[in-house]
């Protein structure tokens, strides 16, 4: 099924080229359904590279999504035009009065700053307290992760004796999670960062529940029980290049960074790198669209946050059969499909 995107989005060409189903907003409009509402709170820097890996992703499942931007206002963005965010982004205000059915919200290349110290803190705290009663299941990505569980749950983030780069192997160390239902025993994640969380700290909190991890690369997955917030540390949306542009801008910039770890042939950054993740980031957001969206959400968006913990079973058993998302009119040609 399709995922709708504003008519003039660059991802749209690309996607297309790729035989991902997206609608226009002009072609939408014709559709008689409910397609899933979701937030993103993009805040990587090059916007247009981020705005096409989580699209391709989230177009690749049998639901119609809808997806919305937003960027912060309190931070002036030095990579992508202005043109670009006025046409295609909202900032928070424009979209405080409303419910989403999931959001996500991106990493940012703000590690090695205290999170008090980023620009934008204190924005993004209100946006995260927001998530809390308008989401229904936000998905953090990478620093967001580290963001939201010191926001939500005070565990600190640590600095790493180098930076974490490259593809890392993990494992679900919570098998009965349908957030990774479907997964090898062992996948890759790219991951590309300064600090980590303490898998003791974690543990030894009641609300939140490991799911999956690395050897090498520590806490790679953390939910809380009913998977109203998800916390994700590696960058599962990278595309094939993503690591090998990271790498060669710092070679450039003469900061000698290490060769990224398990990413090219024989570790030779002569030899084009390869997707060992592609399967595994297209199962992880159809797992998160399936479970803990669609398949929970409240058919009648305004009444998401009303009463979520009673709509579900949570991630330890399988979804609702009575879902609030179904009406009791079940000829009602406007359920989401």
């Known amino acids: 099924m399709p995922i709708k995107i504003p008519n003039a989005l660059p991802a749209y060409q ?4 790729e035989n991902i189903f997206v609608m226009t907003e002009t072609r939408a409009r014709t559709q008689d359904i409910r397609p899933l509402q979701i937030l993103i709170l993009n805040l990587m820097p090059k916007k247009v590279e981020t705005e096409t890996q989580l699209a391709r992703l989230l177009g690749n499942t049998p639901l119609q999504v809808e997806v919305e931007f937003i960027h912060t206002r309190t931070h002036r963005s030095r990579n992508t035009s202005q043109s670009h965010l006025l046409s295609f982004y909202r900032t928070f205000d424009q979209v405080q009065n409303r419910n989403f059915d999931g959001m996500i919200i991106t990493g940012a290349p703000v590690e090695n700053l205290e999170f008090e110290e980023v620009e934008y803190w204190q924005e ?3 946006i995260m307290e927001w998530s809390k009663t308008h989401v229904h299941s936000t998905f953090h990505i990478c620093w967001a992760a580290q963001a939201g569980l010191y926001y939500h749950f005070q565990i600190s983030k640590q600095q790493l004796p180098q930076k974490l780069f490259g593809v890392y192997p993990h494992q679900v160390d919570y098998r009965r999670s349908i957030l990774f239902r479907g997964f090898d025993d ?14 003791e700290e974690i543990a030894a909190n009641p609300r939140l529940h490991i799911l999956a991890s690395s050897p090498e690369a520590g806490i790679y997955a953390v939910s809380t029980k009913h998977g109203k917030q998800i916390f994700i540390t590696g ?8 690591l090998d542009a990271e790498y060669r801008r710092d070679q450039l910039a003469g900061l000698h960074p290490n060769l990224p770890a398990h990413y090219y042939p024989h570790d030779d950054d002569t030899q084009p790198p390869q997707n060992t993740w592609r399967s595994h980031a297209n199962l992880l957001f159809s797992n998160w669209l ?3 969206v669609y398949q929970t959400t409240p058919y009648e968006i305004v009444k998401v946050g009303q009463a979520r913990t009673s709509q579900l079973t949570g991630h330890y058993e ?4 009575d879902s609030a998302k179904v009406p009791k009119n079940e000829g009602d040609s406007k359920r989401p499909i």
């Open 186 to 199: 062992t996948f890759q994640v790219p991951q590309s960062r300064y600090t980590t969380v303490s898998r």
């Open 318 to 321: 399988n979804p609702s059969q």
């Open 290 to 292: 399936n479970y803990f």
């Open 124 to 126: 993004l705290c209100e």
């Open 235 to 242: 960058h599962s949306e990278y595309d094939t290049e993503t």
């Open 14 to 17: 690309t996607l297309t080229d």
